[in-house]
């Protein structure tokens, strides 16, 4: 993109350059002509002898020098040295000067008492020459520092504007070649900030297809090894809660929590993988609605006996007038509130909870009504909080910072909110991790 400016600019210095000689070269002849002009006007119908103290003094005041003849071509006097022989030519030289010889002739020829009848007046060419340099040096230079002054802003402007387009297109290859992460920059209020600007957008929009492309690719692989493997996996678990079963019936035991909650989480266990099932095969289950009493104490007999044994904290916290008793599976009927799917809610609050005992070693929970027709969880954990470079996609499947992990829990959870018509979300509080459910209650069938 240079080359071309700075072949422009040189050839505009040329022309300037030329032009400039040329002008110089008319105005000085223009001068030369209105000088021998003067001359001529003053000395062609002169009464006055032209001897040699009046030929001197006008040479000096005219600054050329004046050569007089006769009739016969003879000099008469002349201001230059040597000059002997007629002049006939417009040129003269010397042996170390060059000259311009004008003539014009005298009106009253030979009635003048000097016997001057043409007069020859010869300018010095060096004087001509520095003529013309002083009439061209003012165009020349205004024309060349003008020419100087923009290209220099130009290539100024230009070589910023070519490292922005190499910057661009860096910025379009690293695209090309896959690298669509978008930083902060502030563009500029011009067309290339613009296009700079759609690029950046464009990368932004790839990178969110490109992901979308892989979550689909990956839920559509895990459809398909998910199908094979819980066929297998359901058999596998019928089996285990009938030996559970019939170790209970045949086994006495005080222990009358542990076997009962490995059967709940059996049972839990196998309406997971038929829900699995349905979704490799491209269905849904049908929604079951459940008090609210009912899905609380579900997930606090679940997950009290884990928290036990991992030496975590577990609070569970709810408001007494909102009639949940622990101690009882279902609330009074005047203060009963229904999920629409309870297993839906159960197995999101679950995964919430679940988390948050695999982060911290204190974790509360919260249960409340925001609104008359909204039930909220509040999770809060003591642990190290969320990874920067998950934060923002926390809820997409295959998100996870754990190294075991495969980030499914959270994106079952975003959507078991959209199912119930709720939200999930999560924030820092007072140096605590906190996820927040809410879902819409129902009416019961």
């Known amino acids: 993109m240079l080359g071309p400016l700075i072949g422009v600019a040189l050839v505009a210095a040329v022309i300037v350059a030329l032009a400039s000689y040329r002008l110089g070269d008319r105005w000085a002849v223009d001068d030369l002509q209105e000088r021998f002009a003067g001359i001529k ?30 009739d016969k071509g003879r000099v008469k006097y ?11 030519s417009d040129r003269l030289r010397t042996e170390d ?8 002739d005298t ?3 030979k009635s003048r008492s000097d016997d001057v009848s043409r007069v020859a007046v010869v300018f010095d060419e060096r004087t001509l020459s520095a003529s013309r340099r002083r009439a061209a040096i003012l165009p020349l230079a205004t024309g060349l520092s003008t020419i100087v002054a923009l290209s220099s802003i130009t290539l100024l402007m230009q070589s910023r504007l070519v490292g922005r387009i190499a910057r661009l297109q860096r910025r379009v290859g690293g695209i090309a070649a896959g690298e669509f992460s978008v930083a902060p920059n502030n563009y500029a209020a011009d067309e290339l900030g613009q296009l700079s600007a759609a690029v950046d957008d464009m990368a932004g929009q790839l990178d969110r297809l490109w992901k979308r492309v892989n979550r689909q690719q990956s839920e559509k692989l895990l459809h398909q090894i998910a199908g094979g493997m819980a066929h297998q ?32 989480q059996i049972e839990l266990s196998e309406d997971y993988v038929r829900r699995l099932l349905l979704v490799a095969s491209g269905r849904q289950d049908e929604d079951r609605p459940t008090e609210v009493n009912v899905c609380w104490n579900d997930v606090r007999s679940s997950l009290s006996p884990i928290a036990r044994h991992w030496h975590v904290e577990l609070d569970w916290g709810y408001d007494d007038s909102l ?9 009074q009927p005047e203060t009963a ?44 954990d003591n642990g190290a909080g969320i990874d920067e470079s998950v934060a923002g996609e926390l809820f997409e499947p295959f998100v996870t910072s754990k190294p075991e992990g ?8 975003r959507r078991a909110a959209e199912r119930l018509e709720g939200a999930a979300r999560w924030y820092r509080d007072d140096g605590r991790t906190v996820f927040e459910f809410t879902a819409r209650l129902s009416e019961p069938n």
């Open 41 to 70: 006007n003053t000395l062609a119908d002169s009464t006055f002898p032209l001897n040699a103290t009046v030929l001197d003094s006008l040479a000096e005041l005219t600054q050329t020098d004046l050569v007089t003849t006769d």
């Open 78 to 88: 002349s201001t230059i040295d040597g000059i002997e022989s007629p002049l006939q």
């Open 97 to 104: 000067k060059r000259y311009l010889v004008y003539y014009f």
């Open 107 to 109: 009106r009253r020829g």
């Open 233 to 264: 996996l359901r058999n596998s678990l019928t089996g285990a809660r009938m030996a559970v079963e019939l170790h209970a019936a045949e086994c006495p035991s005080d222990d009358r929590e542990s076997l009962p909650v490995a059967i709940q």
């Open 323 to 331: 009639g949940i008793n622990p101690s009882e599976s279902s609330s």
């Open 337 to 380: 509130k229904w999920i629409g799917d309870g297993p839906t809610w159960v197995a999101a609050v679950t995964n919430l909870v679940h988390n948050a005992m695999q982060a911290g070693d204190r974790v509360e929970v919260r249960l409340d009504f925001p609104q008359p027709d909204m039930v909220r969880v509040r999770v809060r």
């Open 406 to 413: 495969m980030g499914l829990g959270l994106s079952v959870v």
